[in-house]
């Protein structure tokens, strides 16, 4: 890792240019399906319970029910998230956008299918979808956390942390609406809000890797580059801690490459790589 000094002006230089627009999930890495956004519609069945955990599997037994019989909304549901699982964004959401057309009023399907979106990049139909995937009157905080990502993506962060705060009503203290918030926060450049919100977020014992490489990030991105690497190992075994400060470090140094290039030709870099394959 370079110098602090020579890491902060660079970084300083990132955090004031258009490059800190940046994509938004759930959290860095890690694998998450759209149970964890809207409860399964297939927990219950004992056909689903029968499929594998495996997310390839997954795809194979239910790409087999989908295909004999595309108006089975379980396994519509099933196979788009299989396939979501194993990067094939895409054709997730085509699977899916067919079930929510023959299914209208399935909230289940418009909720996976409003994830789609939002993996593929359509944020505003996204946020359209996922609106019609639960009502005020009973609210889902983890589609109201993915509603706030969205708004995020689009540049809208005070209306984004007005559904933070929504979800957090109904869950209080929940690690994964911290985490975004936290990320929100860091895409305005409020860095110090966004370290307190990921260190509340970090403290849970529900909080997952995504927290704490988040939470590194933060406070690498405010110059404290020994802290972010110290954070980043924390208890880990010795190669997940070596994967997680490489994973930092190579964070930091694509900010420092992309100030390096003239304003013009400079890509949208992501803060993070909060979009990796789930």
């Not at 450049?189 to 997952?208: C, G, K, M, V, W």
């Not at 990030?217 to 972010?228: H, S, T």
């Not at 075994?237 to 304003?263: C, F, G, I, Q």
């Amino acid at each position: 890792m370079r110098r602090p000094s020579s890491h902060a002006g660079s970084l300083a230089r990132f955090l004031s240019s258009a490059a800190v627009t940046a994509v938004l999930a759930a959290g860095l890495g890690g694998c998450q399906t759209m149970s964890d956004i809207t409860g399964s519609l297939t927990s219950s069945s004992p056909k689903a319970q029968a499929v594998p955990d495996d997310p390839q599997r997954a795809a194979e037994v239910y790409g087999e029910r989908y295909r004999a019989n595309p108006k089975d909304a379980e396994a519509a549901l099933g196979y788009g998230q299989a396939l979501r699982a194993t990067g094939q964004r895409a054709q997730a959401a085509a699977v899916l956008e067919q079930a929510t057309l023959a299914h209208p009023g399935n909230k289940s399907l418009l909720a996976a299918y409003g994830r789609a979106l939002a993996d593929n990049g359509n944020s505003q139909a996204a946020f359209d979808v996922l609106s019609r995937a639960h009502s005020p009157a009973n609210p889902d905080w983890r589609i109201l956390s993915v509603q706030g990502t969205t708004l995020d993506k689009m540049g809208k962060h005070e209306e984004a942390r007005r559904y933070y705060t929504t979800a957090l009503k109904i869950v209080p203290e929940e690690p994964s609406v911290l985490s975004n918030l936290g990320l929100s926060y860091m895409l305005t450049r409020e860095l110090p809000q966004a370290e307190e919100t990921l260190r509340r977020a970090y403290s849970n014992p529900r909080a997952d890797g995504r927290v704490r490489q988040n939470l590194a990030l933060v406070v690498g991105l405010q110059g404290r580059f020994a802290e972010a690497e110290t954070i980043a190992k924390g208890d880990l075994p010795a190669d997940e801690a070596t994967a997680n400060v490489a994973y930092l470090r190579e964070m930091l140094s694509r900010k420092d490459k992309d100030n390096s290039r003239p304003p013009g030709n400079r890509a949208t870099v992501p803060v993070a790589a909060l979009n990796r394959p789930d």
